[in-house]
């Protein structure tokens, strides 16, 4: 590295330090930054003035309540730019637009387009586009759009695989599709690992890093954080739960298309097993109903669920030793589900694993979804993407997730 590159990069990590060191103690003076940043009052003076030249920082008043001369205090403009967060389901898309604090100022949720592919990366575009008009945002303000889906994004091709609930993006550049849409960079992630990040953020798994969120649902996938880090694996597919070698036969052809244990302990499989066992059609929700109401052909089907799932959680436990696993999902987060996966855990697994449930509710996988985009968002506009750079979240006004738990 160069004379002129060493200090562009030391010119930038200093910005970036400078700004979030406002992001998370603002209203701030310049005094307060230079002592904890560990900069000169003289470096600090000359990029606050930088950062509110262009927008980023503005006064918030003086200091008061102190000996001495008071100083100006400085605070981030929250909406001097904004990221769009998506939650694609195969039933349901919901769309938030967020500011640079973090804080969500619009959301909408509408029914997935049945017509998947271009249709739902259209829609997703047009989504947008509503919940800014909602906002009075200009789109163009909007730097950088993250979407949660199901499946395994390809971060080559921009296919998303394994995710039958949405016919098409499987077979094309869904990523690309998505960007043309909404006019901003995307970046693809697979939502259960995004809902594990939004957990340990700001729900059930804060302050730990090493933790487990298993959803279970419809289908079931886990979202695995390992060392602080998202484990994603070689081909992007660490934490398909539904592919676990067991519950049915895994070298049967339909496990191979949905995955032995998700045959078993997915809503299909839960539905199935009832009618092979009482003869009536039931839905998930009356299934539960139906075992508080004692009927012992529901309760020995959902036991059986909780047991499979503790096959699971001790799987986890054996490769990864997670301190917490985190249960999500129509299924996975009813407390009779969890209180008896506590049970059966206890007897097939030897070691110490806390599980509890999601404490984001329907938005987890929003709540990283928005992680992910700050990080990235923060990175590239005020360490201009510098190795080495350290952005940490801010945390979020309250408000942010008043409706997590819905």
């Not at 600090?44 to 006064?59: C, D, F, K, N």
């Amino acid at each position: 590295m160069d004379p002129d590159q060493l200090h562009t990069f030391s010119r930038q990590m200093s910005l970036s330090l400078t700004m979030q060191t406002i992001i998370h103690c603002g209203p701030i003076s310049r005094a307060s930054i230079s002592k904890q940043t560990g900069l000169s009052k003289q470096t600090v003076s000359e990029l606050v003035r930088i950062l509110e030249e262009e927008g980023w920082v503005r006064e918030t008043g003086r200091t008061s309540g102190h000996v001495g001369r008071t100083a100006t205090t400085y605070e981030l403009i929250s909406d001097s730019a904004f990221m769009a967060a998506v939650d694609l389901g195969g039933t349901k898309v919901r769309a938030a637009i967020v500011d640079l604090a973090g804080s969500i100022i619009s959301e909408l949720v509408v029914p997935t387009n049945p017509h998947g592919g271009p249709a739902v990366a259209a829609q997703i575009g047009l989504l947008l586009e509503e919940a800014a008009a909602q906002a009075n945002v200009n789109r163009a303000r909007i730097r950088l759009t993250v979407v949660g889906c199901p499946g395994v994004p390809d971060q080559t091709t921009g296919q998303v695989r394994f995710a039958p609930n949405i016919a098409g993006i499987d077979t094309i550049d869904f990523r690309t599709a998505v960007a043309q849409s909404t006019a901003t960079p995307v970046l693809l992630e697979n939502d259960v690992n995004l809902a594990v990040l939004g957990e340990q953020w700001l729900g059930a798994g804060q302050g730990i890093d090493h933790l487990a969120f298993i959803a279970l649902g419809t289908g079931i996938g886990a979202g695995v954080v390992v060392n602080g880090a998202l484990v994603r694996g070689a081909s992007g597919t660490a934490g398909e739960l539904g592919y676990l070698p067991f519950g049915a036969d895994p070298f049967e052809a339909e496990s191979l298309r949905v995955g032995a244990f998700e045959r078993v302990v997915a809503t299909h499989g839960i539905r199935s097993a009832y009618l092979a066992a009482t003869g009536r059609k039931l839905d998930v929700p009356s299934i539960f109903t139906a075992a508080s109401n004692g009927e012992a052909a529901a309760q020995h089907i959902l036991d059986g669920v909780a047991r499979q799932l503790a096959r699971a959680v001790a799987t986890l436990g054996a490769i990864i030793s997670p301190e917490v696993v985190i249960l999500g999902g129509s299924i996975g987060a009813r407390p009779e589900i969890i209180s008896a996966t506590e049970i059966e855990l206890a007897k097939c697994f030897p070691f110490p694993i806390r599980i509890v449930p999601s404490a984001l509710g329907n938005h987890a996988a929003l709540s990283g979804a928005v992680a992910v985009g700050l990080t990235e968002l923060h990175t590239a506009l005020f360490a201009q993407s510098a190795p080495g750079a350290v952005v940490t979240l801010p945390k979020p006004k309250p408000g942010l997730l008043t409706s997590a738990a819905e």
